[in-house]
């Protein structure tokens, strides 16, 4: 069980992919990430013996500390956030720990380097539907919290990824690695290569990849994502208001994939129904 001072593998696996989850900090030595090179989802290096200088900047939020085993480095730099006023605790059993758990481990090789001020730089066409919101919203949430996106017009988007080190991603036409595979779109493409496919993730990718390409028969939600989508395309002018918003769409489709499944809504209402969200500690 977990202590005031640590969270569970199992809890921070329900909290990791909502927009309240807390700031997952890995604190694993060189030599111990050089073992096993992945992180858990949505988590962000920093060197431990440098917890002085970049912790105060978490001051006021949770954060979860992620050494190899959970034991004292974990522990320590917790301790030592909390100093610097977070609300921080550290996961049982460290990364180890998650990993022999089975869950989804971010490959970091597939990562694109950061920019100088530590974020990845991504670029793809101007006017999102579907793939080009889903694809923001999944990087965001699992693989760097702190990803820029450029929206920018077709015949721009490989110009603008050389000049400003931008990772291009669904291009049209055009042979790259974050593009259609097949049948797969972007998304699918995406969660194969990060290493993320959870359930959740994975019946998510099918309503995108049936929205996305027509195929509204893939899962019933499909055609909901669809009209939302294009809804939302008409709503917003501005495209970086238009991820904001979808930001919070695929946030609402990804918990009821992840917990809303069996549930149904009747009205009258028979009996009680629904969950209100969490506190994120308890």
């Not at 015949?155 to 974050?178: C, I, K, M, N, S």
Request: charged share 20%; aromatic share 8%.
């Amino acid at each position: 069980m977990s202590s005031t001072l640590s969270v569970s593998c199992d809890r921070l696996s329900r909290l990791i992919g909502r927009p309240d989850c807390p700031v997952l900090i890995d604190v694993c030595t060189d030599a111990d990430f050089a073992c096993d090179p992945r992180l858990v989802p949505g988590a962000i290096r920093r060197p431990y013996q440098d917890v002085h200088l970049w912790g105060p900047a978490l001051a006021g939020r949770a954060a979860v500390v992620i050494c190899q085993k959970g034991l004292k480095l974990g522990e320590g730099v917790a301790a030592w956030l909390r100093h610097c006023g977070s609300d921080a605790r550290y996961l049982e059993g460290g990364a180890l720990g998650w990993a022999r758990a089975g869950l989804p481990m971010l490959v970091t090789e597939r990562v694109p380097p950061a920019g100088p001020d530590g974020a990845t730089v991504w670029v793809t066409r101007s006017r999102p539907k579907i793939d080009r919101i889903a694809c923001p919203w999944l990087i965001r949430r699992f693989v760097d919290p702190a990803a820029v996106f450029l929206f920018v017009s077709p015949a721009a988007v490989l110009g603008v990824a050389e000049r400003f080190g931008a990772t291009p991603f669904d291009l049209e036409g055009e042979d790259q690695v974050w593009n259609h595979r097949g049948a797969l779109c972007t998304f699918d493409v995406m969660l194969s290569e990060f290493g993320l496919s959870s359930e959740p993730l994975l019946r998510l990718a099918r309503i995108v990849r049936g929205a996305d390409t027509g195929k509204l028969d893939l899962e019933p939600e499909a055609a909901g994502l669809l009209a939302l989508s294009l809804g939302l395309s008409r709503l917003f002018s501005d495209d970086l208001e238009q991820l904001a918003a979808g930001m919070t769409l695929y946030d609402a489709l990804f918990r009821w994939c992840a917990d809303a499944v069996a549930e149904t809504h009747d009205w009258p209402a028979r009996k009680a129904g629904g969950q209100m969200p969490a506190p994120v500690w308890s």
